[in-house]
């Protein structure tokens, strides 16, 4: 069963911060159509690695597969992606994210950070075909590899004193 909660969801890095305090990893989550794409940190908050790609299918399901990795990995907050358009702008799939922001919230007490992505599947994108990896494998990674560049840039900003 998936631990019912109120937890937060804040574009705010400081309030973030503040909710999750000093313990635990944080899961990086680049939710795509067909697929969540999860990286995780280290315990320092320092490296984001990738985790794993679920295909999504129920969402009852999926989220009990997301929460249990989450307690597996002692996770204290999510990073979830916040598709933006280029010019700053949100359009339907940032509705989406919010969406999905707001059910996290409802299903678990972990603070979620919606963290811009911009770009993060074309640099993901790029990167593979620079490594000279085929279609194939590119579809394979391109997700977790996307959520491992939204959670690395998050923790980056994280580590950085608020001004």
Request: overall charge positive.
């Amino acid at each position: 069963a998936v631990p019912a909660g109120a937890g937060l969801t804040t574009e705010d890095v400081a309030a973030f911060r503040q909710a999750v305090g000093g313990k635990g990893r944080l899961l990086g989550i680049d939710a795509g159509t067909k697929t969540y794409g999860l990286a995780l940190s280290d315990v320092t908050r320092s490296i984001a690695s990738a985790l794993e790609t679920i295909r999504r299918q129920k969402f009852a399901a999926d989220m009990e597969h997301l929460f249990a990795l989450a307690a597996r990995h002692g996770v204290g907050g999510l990073v979830l992606g916040m598709p933006r358009n280029l010019d700053g702008s949100e359009g339907p799939r940032a509705q989406a994210t919010r969406a999905l922001a707001r059910n996290l919230n409802r299903l678990s007490p972990l603070p979620v950070l919606l963290w811009d992505e911009r770009l993060t599947t074309a640099l993901a994108e790029r990167m593979l075909i620079d490594a000279d990896q085929s279609r194939k494998r590119r579809g394979e990674v391109i997700d977790k590899l996307a959520a491992t560049l939204i959670l690395q840039s998050a923790l980056d900003r994280l580590r950085q004193p608020d001004f």
